[in-house]
């Protein structure tokens, strides 16, 4: 079972940016999809999560607004695009599920900075 995050990098306040994970070793479509996010000094916050099927969607109160998740169950992938950036945005983002008690991504780092 793997989680790969890519898509993160410096970015202007104001920009946008597309999250990419690409899972495997798993049924992708039987499970719901979460993207968290933990930054520096703060606790991990949930951002951002998705059914298996794409019916049911929910943002943390920070992102909504400003925050698409969505997911290809084809293609084993689920995105989180983020517009309107603001330097508080920056962290690591991660993506989860919970197949086999919870497995976690590496972690992307995003930087909102001028």
């Known amino acids: 079972v793997q989680l790969v995050e890519s898509g993160g990098g410096l970015v202007q306040p104001g920009g946008s940016l597309r999250l990419s994970c690409a899972a495997s070793?798993?049924?992708?479509?039987?499970?719901?999809m979460n993207w968290y996010r933990q930054a520096p000094g703060k606790e991990r916050e949930l951002v951002a999560s998705?059914?298996?099927?794409?019916?049911?969607?929910n943002y943390a109160d920070s992102v909504k607004g400003r925050g698409t998740i969505s997911r290809d169950n084809a293609k084993n992938m689920v995105y989180l695009q983020m517009s309107s950036l603001k330097p508080e945005d920056t962290a690591v983002y991660y993506c989860a599920t919970s197949v086999r008690g919870g497995v976690w991504g590496q972690g992307t780092q995003v930087t909102v900075s001028s």
């Open positions: 998705i059914s298996s099927t794409g019916g049911t969607i």
């Open positions: 070793g798993f049924t992708f479509s039987a499970y719901g």
